[in-house]
C-alpha cells in the first residue's frame, strides 16, 4: 500500500516534539540521585544522538531502498567534517558556510566513488566501497598531511586566516564556532528542583538539521523515485526489462545518502572544530550498518532509533565501572556482592560493546526488522487485546 | 517487411550451436508462435531479441531500427515488452506499485529523479494501472504483496505490466507454462481481447498447442537451432517434417 500521508506527518510531528523536548526527556532522573548516570540529556550525547541520527537517516537511503550494502560511509563523513574545519581556519566561523562546503565535498566524493563502485552490486560493492574508505583513511594518515594533519587530526590555531572572521578572539584564545554570533556551546541551564536541564544551541541546530534531513527522507521514500529504488532492491531483471537503467537511480541514492554523510561530518566539526582521520576508518564506517540494522533497515525511524540506542550504549554504559557495581550490589552480602559484580563486570564499562553485540544478535535473530518490528509487534499485541475486547472477529489489518 | 526482421541470425555456446542462420519475419499486428522440442534455440532467440544476448553474426532488426548492441532497458523503452518463463515481477512491493513502475518508465523514459512528488500525486497514471488490473481481473488484489501470490496471479501480474506499457512488440516466453487448465483459458482469452484491440505485435514462445493453435497467426518451428517450416496453423498441422520432428509424440 503507498504511504498514508497522514500517518507521515504524524511521525514527523512526534520525532519533532520528541527531539524538541530531548533535554526533558532524556534526564528523567534528578541531578544528585544515583541513578543520575542515565540520564543523558548533556548537550554532548544529544549532539550526538541526532548527528548520528543524521548519519543513519542517509544510509537508510542507500542501504534500506536499494539494498546496496556501503562498507565506506565513514569516508564521507570524514571528508565533510575536514571540510567544514578548512572552512573555519579559512574563511569563518559561521558554521553555515562550513556545513555548505561540508555537503558539497562529500556529494562530489560520492560521485567518484559511487561511479565506480556501482559497477559491482552484492558484496563486491561492499568490498570496493570499504576498499575507497580505507584508502581514505590511511591517505589522511599518511600522504596528505598537508590538507589532514595526519594523526595529529585537523585544529583550528591562532594563526589561521579566518578572512571573514577574526584569527584571535577579544579574549585571545582561538575563536569558537557560531551561528551568527550564536554561540554554538552556549547552554541555557534550567533548574527545576533537583533536576538540571540543559538547552544548548548547537544541538538545536543540529535537531532542526536532523528534522529537515528527515522530512527530506520520508519525501524520498514515497516519491516515484523512492518506488524506483526499491524496484532496485527487489528485481532489476525486471527493472531493466521494464525500460529503467537502474545505474542512475543507485548512484544518486549513494550521492545523496553520501552528503547526508557529510552533512554529520560538517555537523560533528561545527560541534566540536576538530577531524581525526579514525572518522573514516572501517569500524565508523560499521558502526552506520549496525545502527541501520539495528534499528530497522528501510523503515523511516528505524535508523534514527538505532544511532540513538548505539549512541546511549557507548556513552552511558561505557561510563559503568566496578566502583559503581559495588555501590548496587552493596546491599547484598559481601562475598555475594563481589560474585555479582565479577559476574555482571565484563558487560559494562570497557566491555560495553559486548552487551551491544548480544543485543544486537538478539534483535538480528528474532526482530529482523529491527527495533521499528519490535515495536510493531507490541503494537499489534496490544491492538489484539483492544479488538478481542470489544469484538472476537475484527479485520485483521496487514502488515505494511 | 515485418516489425521484427532476423536475419542470418548464429549464436554458439563453445560447441553448441544454439542457433544457426535463423531467419524470422514477424508481420506487424499478427501473432507468431515459435515452437520446436526443448533444446531447439527458442530462448536464446528470445534472448538475442531483447538484448540479453549478442548473436555472433547476423543482425534483428525491430521497426527500422537495429536492437543490437543496446541494452535491454534501451530496448525496451523502443518498445518491446518481455514476459519471462518464470515470472519476474518485484516481490517486495504490492501489485499497485508493480504496476506503477510501468507506467512510470513509459512516461518518464529510463531514469528521472521525482525525488519530491509523491507516488500517491500521480493520478492519472494510477487510473490507468487500475485500469489495466481490473482488465487482467486482479484490482481486488492491488494491495496484496507480489510476493505471495500465486504463480498464475504473479503471471497475469507481469502480463498486466507488460501491457500497460502498450509496447509495439510483445514477447511471451511460454506464457501457461505450469498454469492450471481454467487459467490457461483465461490467459488465451486475455490475449485474444489484446490482439483483438490491435496496434500489438506478439511472439510467442509455447509448448502448449491448444495455446498456440487458438491464437497464432504464424508459427515457425525451431529445431536444432534452425527454422524448419514456417506457415500458418493449419498448414503445419499437416505438414509431415513437423509432425516428425515435434508433434509426433503428442498428435
Redo the contacts between chains.
Sequence with gaps: ???I?KKDTTLLLIVAVLTMCAPFILNPFPTDSAMAQFNAGYPDLMQRFVIFGIFAIGFNILFGLTGYLSFGHAAFLGVGSYSAVWMFKLLSMNVIPAIILSVIVAGVFALIIGFVSLRRSGIYFSILTLAFAQMSFALAYSVLTPITNGETGLQLSLNDPRILGTSVSADGGIPVTSLFGLEMRSTYEMHVGPWLFQFNAGYYLCALLMLLAFYISI??F???????L??V???Q?????????AR??TL?AFVISGMYAGLAGGLLAAMDPLAGAERMQWTASGEVVLMTILGGAGTLIGPVLGAGFIKYFENIFSKINDNVLHSWFSFLPDGLEDLMVTLVHPFVGKGWSLTLGLMFMAVVIFLPGGLVQGGQKIGKLFRRKKAAGHRSSTATK?AE | MGILEVKDVNKRFGGLQALGNVNLSVADNTVHAIIGPNGAGKSTLLNCLVGKLIPDTGSVMFAGQSVLGRKPYEINQMGISRVFQTPEIFGDLTVMENMMIPCLAKRDGSFRMHAFASVLGEKKLRARAEEMLSEVKMLDKRNMHAASMSRGDKRRLEMAMCLVQEPRLLLLDEPTAGMARADTNNTIDLLKDIKARGNITMCIIEHDMHVVFSLADRITVLAQGTPLVEDTPDKIKGHPKVREAYLGESA
Excluded at chain 1, 531483471?237 to 537503467?245: A, D, E, I, V
Aim: aromatic residues 12%.
Design positions: 500500500m503507498f504511504a500521508e519525501r524520498i514515497r516519491s516515484p523515485f523512492g518506488l524506483m526499491r524496484a532492491k527487489s528485481n531483471q525486471r527493472m531493466s526489462y521494464t525500460g529503467l537503467n542512475p537511480y544518486a496487514p
